[in-house]
């Protein structure tokens, strides 16, 4: 490591330039210091250099010193683990719980930096990280399929108790599932008690409910049969696989499962018929589904805004607008009030057909009603789609923070992808620069998105520079961007054999070119 003069120096003189740091590095070679030391030293000094705010992440904690983090951690991209870790070593920072996290956070889509600077926290700061750091990286590193790490992380929590909580639980189950790792989920579920949890019925239905959500529904019933006599059956279990058929999209098993909750001793409630509604609305299946939605009211058992929102989008869905105008009218008569997903619903659809007057007047409802009915990303996703002009997103994004509807990674790709289409490189950059600030990307799809549009605008090279940065954070490309990817190199191999080509045939004519008398004259002179 560089001598803490040596330190001092370099980065008393970051705030003035580079150079000066450069100077500093050249007298330090005289006063003994090594070559490597300096080196790292100067590397450091570069990194801080330019994040352009040395000493007020010192002053000012939160998100300033997160982003000082971050930019610090982006410059030293190329540098080994061991280099950024002494790099962060002589910052001084004042740790927190909620700095750590932030930072972690910020790296979400890339999990390199993330995790160095967790082990660093961890291990060699002197600060012992709570429980919230601990599943902000374990929930990175899922996220990333990194699982031999996430079992590194685990194997550091088990050394100090009351570190592994129900949110650690719930990211483990998250990210096992996701990743289709059936038998790790569920032996996470039987080693609760390794960690001072209990393996209850909510931990169960939680287990039962990730495992749906991935779409490995068949393993959850077989689970939930096999531990029938432990947990017992009651309908808030049964409506999470009934729910996991739906989700699959197979109709046949969940009017199967809908039959075997008729016959058991458990009674359906409304999240039983909203979930079967759903799943007959989402097949087409119309008419059987609005035999039940009014079979509720005659029962007295009012279907709730839940279900009255997924009728009234199946109606939207075939065009039966009108129809769904009025449940839209009979659901709020009868009690049951709107909430954001059924405008959404309306505003979906209106925007489709280009009724655009009917959707002010609805987004302008939504705003004057407030609470539950406030406008949210989805809605104002579908006005994104609707707008013809650049000069329009600033003004919709500034209605949405009016509105206090913060930006989603879906938003910055759909903003993203906007800019693109018209072609406004400086919005473009801009949008890039947001979502790096924000922790919310740029993600696998925004990659996506810049490759293929730059590719069919014929800046080869650009996208070629993108999808190395994609790959090199660990993203795995899509197979329609790999054959681009593969087209594109092509492209600009038999382009520069072209080139030099030229370059041979211009040298060869130039050549051959009969010499002047004056040129013979000069010839073989000094």
């Known amino acids: 490591m560089a001598s803490p003069p040596l330190m001092s120096r370099l980065l008393s003189c970051v705030n003035s330039s580079k ?15 090594t070559r490597g030391q300096c080196r790292y030293a100067l590397r450091l000094a570069h990194a801080v250099a330019e994040t352009r705010d040395f000493d007020g992440f010192k002053r000012y904690p939160g998100e300033r010193s997160a982003t000082f983090i971050q930019n610090m951690l982006r410059n030293l991209r190329g540098s080994s683990s061991e280099e950024t870790e002494k790099a962060l070593g002589q910052c001084g920072f004042s740790l927190t719980d909620d700095l750590v996290t932030d930072v972690i956070s910020r790296h979400a889509l890339d999990w390199r930096p993330a995790y160095v600077f967790f082990n660093w926290v961890s291990k060699k700061s002197g600060y012992l990280p709570g429980s919230a750091v601990y599943n902000e990286i374990l929930d990175v590193l899922g996220k990333m399929n990194r699982f031999e790490e996430v079992t590194q992380v685990l194997e550091e929590m088990s050394k100090r108790k009351g570190l592994f909580d129900e949110r650690t639980y719930g990211v483990l189950l998250n990210r096992y599932a996701a990743a289709h790792k059936v038998d790790e989920a569920i032996n996470i579920f039987y080693g609760r008690r390794g960690f001072g949890l209990e393996t209850d019925l909510v931990a169960f239905q939680a287990l039962l409910l990730w495992l749906c959500r991935y779409k490995h529904v068949e393993s959850a019933e077989t689970l939930f049969y096999s531990m029938k006599n432990e947990f017992g059956t009651d309908i808030r279990t049964m409506n999470i696989i009934l729910s996991g058929w739906c989700v699959l999209g197979d109709v046949r098993e969940a009017k199967r499962f809908w039959k075997d ?11 039983t018929y909203a979930i079967f509604i759903k799943a ?11 035999r039940l939605f009014q079979g509720m009211w005659q029962k007295g058992l009012g279907p709730d805004v839940v279900i009255c929102n997924c009728v009234i ?21 009868r009690g049951c009030l709107p909430n954001t997903a059924t405008y959404n619903s309306l505003i979906k659809h209106m925007c489709k057909i280009g009724r655009m007057v009917k959707v002010e007047e609805l987004v302008s409802e939504m705003e004057s009603i407030g609470g539950d009915c406030l406008p949210n990303a989805i809605t104002f996703s579908y006005l994104l789609k609707s707008i013809q002009r650049p000069e329009e997103v600033p003004k919709l994004l500034g209605q949405m923070e009016k509105n206090e509807c913060k930006m989603t990674s879906d938003l910055y790709n759909l903003v993203l992808r906007l800019y693109l289409g018209w072609d406004c490189q400086e919005r473009v950059r801009n949008t890039w620069n947001d979502m790096e600030r924000s922790g919310m990307g740029p993600d696998q799809r925004s990659y996506t998105i810049m490759i293929h549009v730059l590719y069919e605008r014929g800046r080869l090279k650009e996208a070629l520079h993108y999808f190395e940065e994609m790959v090199s954070k660990g993203m795995r490309p899509e197979p329609r961007t790999e054959i681009l990817v593969n087209d594109m190199k092509s492209n600009i191999k038999e382009g520069d054999d072209d080139h030099r080509r030229q370059r041979t045939l211009k040298r060869d004519e130039s050549a051959q070119r009969p010499r002047s008398r004056k040129e013979k004259v000069t010839q073989g002179l000094p």
């Open 19 to 33: 150079s000066a740091a450069n100077a500093a590095l050249s007298t330090s070679l005289f006063l003994g210091t």
């Open 280 to 290: 007959l609305t989402k097949k087409g299946k119309l008419g059987s589904a609005m």
């Open 261 to 271: 909750i008729i016959a058991s001793k458990c009674t359906p409630d409304r999240f």
């Open 313 to 333: 989008d199946a109606l939207c869905f075939k065009k039966r607008i009108p129809q769904a105008l009025e449940v839209f009218h009979e659901m709020k008569e």
